[in-house]
């Protein structure tokens, strides 16, 4: 069913499903700093790269804000709401669908799946999740959509970053763009002999130091958490979803 919500002026209507995460979005719980960040960020005509859309609130977002959008995601089901949603807000004109993701080889890979608003990876396998075949492509596909100095790209993919970021990061940031990074810290641990996150010993390795120390103190890793880049210096800030990367500030080296 269709319901109308409202974000910062905007009105939208979205494919509300059972046990649908709209009821967050709506009071402003689900992740007030992406949404503070976009509304802050994203201005009209510019470039929005979405990898990870998912049911599309990020999708939406900045398609309502004015950008250009083109979101990646490889979940049909998730990929279905999205449009629906999207149709129905009247943003389709804004919004180009790919129903790809990016990976470190283009062709074909498993995506574990739940449902059509629950999470989907590419490399975290959870019980009850169901295995199917999506299409990939290498992140040199994303050089085709930037505009130099006019691109925000946004990677949220559920462990997928530490794979694929480093290689992401040297094009999108040559092109003067700028990177929006949900991080899982567990799997950078999880993940760290193959990770081309951590191809970086000052980004990934002062993270992970971080990380680990945090975990000392409070007996877990966060979900995530925000890391401000100055040179080299990465300082872990609070809670969130978020993790921005000026271009000015952040060089990437192999």
């Known amino acids: ?22 009821d967050k979005f709506e009071s402003g719980e689900w992740e007030p700093e992406t949404r503070a960040f976009l509304a802050e960020r994203v201005r009209p005509d510019m470039v929005f790269i979405d990898l990870g859309a998912w049911v599309g609130p990020t999708t939406l977002i900045a398609a309502a804000l004015g950008a250009r959008v083109v979101a990646f ?40 799946v739940g449902s059509a608003t ?69 799997k950078a641990v999880d993940h760290r002999k193959k990770a081309s996150f951590l191809r970086n010993p000052a980004l990934g390795g002062a993270l992970l130091r971080r990380l680990l120390r945090l975990r000392q103190q409070v007996g877990r890793f966060p979900a995530a958490k925000v890391v401000e880049s100055r040179g080299s210096t990465f300082t872990l800030r609070a809670p969130t979803m978020v993790d921005f990367f000026r271009a000015s500030q952040f060089c990437l080296e192999h």
């Open 73 to 112: 995601e490889p979940n049909p089901a998730s990929l279905d709401l999205m449009r629906r949603s999207v149709e129905a807000s009247g943003l389709a004109e804004r919004v180009t669908l790919v129903p790809k993701a990016i990976w470190t080889a283009a062709g074909q890979r498993q995506l574990s």
């Open 1 to 22: 069913m269709l319901r109308e919500i409202s974000w910062h002026r905007h009105r939208l209507n979205v494919v509300d499903e059972p046990g649908s995460f709209w």
């Open 118 to 186: 629950s999470g989907s990876s590419l490399v975290v396998r959870k019980p009850r999740h169901n295995l199917i075949d999506v299409a990939c492509e290498l992140p040199a596909y994303l050089e085709q959509f930037i505009v130099p100095g006019s691109t925000l790209l946004k990677i949220d993919v559920e462990g997928a970053e530490y794979d694929i970021f480093a290689d992401v990061a040297s094009i999108v940031l040559q092109r003067q763009a700028d990177i929006l990074l949900s991080i899982h810290p567990h």
